[in-house]
């Protein structure tokens, strides 16, 4: 995160440590949840915002025929529901916990603006939280818009496992189910697996017990950066 | 391309589009400031305000006439992100995050532009909480206008993306009393960079439209002659 002229007296590490201190104290805990539990539903009344302190949630758009699109998925130090608590709208999808670790704190919308009130800076960093996700969600529209599929899956697995990954005996393992990832390219899962056959037999990545593997990162960095389209 | 020639600059405490702004509830002096310290640029059709990648050195507010924000993707093809009209401000974003701009602004058609210098425009935000809150209520819609982009992107067809691109234009700038034309000449080439899609494909989806009497063409502009059949075509599970 990146400081504007006047906020450079606050070091980084002090801005997000005060942002967190400021929610946590002022906000309500909430109890552990399980994963897969919706967290806040469609057309809710949210009068405030989530405040993640652990795990990872889901925001995602229900399209039918058990297919979703993930919009973005919320990590600790997210905020969920402050788009809509500043354009006083309801809540237009659906939040769901992707790993029973879940907590965070809920901050009515009464208490959001005595925080952003009582400190000023507070509303320069929401604003560069709102900017970060602004250029996420154009930047996956240009791709989603122009790119082949199979090129727009190899950017996706390069971007989640340099984010989180977990090293195995033959490769990498993303920490998303191949139903997640299908959701956040905006396809189907049937579709995907279509897509990832492609690529098990070039031996890029293996489907091991319904969990992908990436097997080499290198040919599928070439795919991302459009050098290797078969 | 020449460059935009100046003209003289309104001011902005009487400008007509201020009622459309973050800057409408902005009181006198920081109004002075910021009239004070701009220039005013008119931009002919097609050249560009800010382009991708290029360091941000001020905030733009649209006096009148219309833009276009568009990103260029790996393909080299365009995506059009949003639409500006007179009164919206541009370059917000970048200023924020402190980031090269993401996105090129282009004028559709003969614009006007003020542009306030980067230092000026900070001091008036440090002195004006009101305006910081209104700055980050318009990121939080321009956020739901792209995820809702996002959405139709993944999960409408081709016909559904281009009635949706239609219904974004005539929302944005609106229908003329008149004759119910889209307030805003577009390209075929700029409503498929809307909807994701080929001309190709734009040009046949549009003339299905056409035959439907959906829609209809009067020179260069597209009138709407069924409202509820093209909210229909655009969300047909609805």
Redesign the interface.
Known sequence: MKTNSFLEPLSETEEIFNLQQCFAEQGRALVSVRTNQKLIKKSDGFDGVLHITSGKVKIVQDAGKARETIIWIAHSGDLIGLEELLTGQLFTFDAIAMTPDVNGTFISKSRMNSITEGTPFLSMTIAKMICSRLDSVETRLTSIAGKRIEKHFAELLIELISAEFETIKNGLQPGYTIKDMAGLMGTSKAYLYKVIAHLVKRDIVKVVNKKLEIRNSDLLKRIADGELIE | MKNPKKIESPSCQSCVSRENSMFCSMAHPDLGKLSDSKSFTSYRKGQSVFTEGSQPFGLFCIYSGKVKVH?????G?E?I?RFAKPGNVLGY?A?????NY??TATALEETYVCCFPKSVY?EVL?SN?SL??L???Q??????G??K???S???KHVRERIADALLMLSNCYGLSVTDSTINAILTREEISDIA?TSTETTIRVLSDLKKEKIINFVGKKIRVLNQQALQQSANP?T
């Open positions: 990103k260029l993707g790996d393909d093809k995506q992100v974003r200023l924020m995050s402190g980031d993401n996105a900070f440090k909480a910081s809150f700055i980050i209520k990121l939080a819609e321009d956020l739901r792209a995820e982009m996002i959405i992107m993944a999960q994701g599970l």
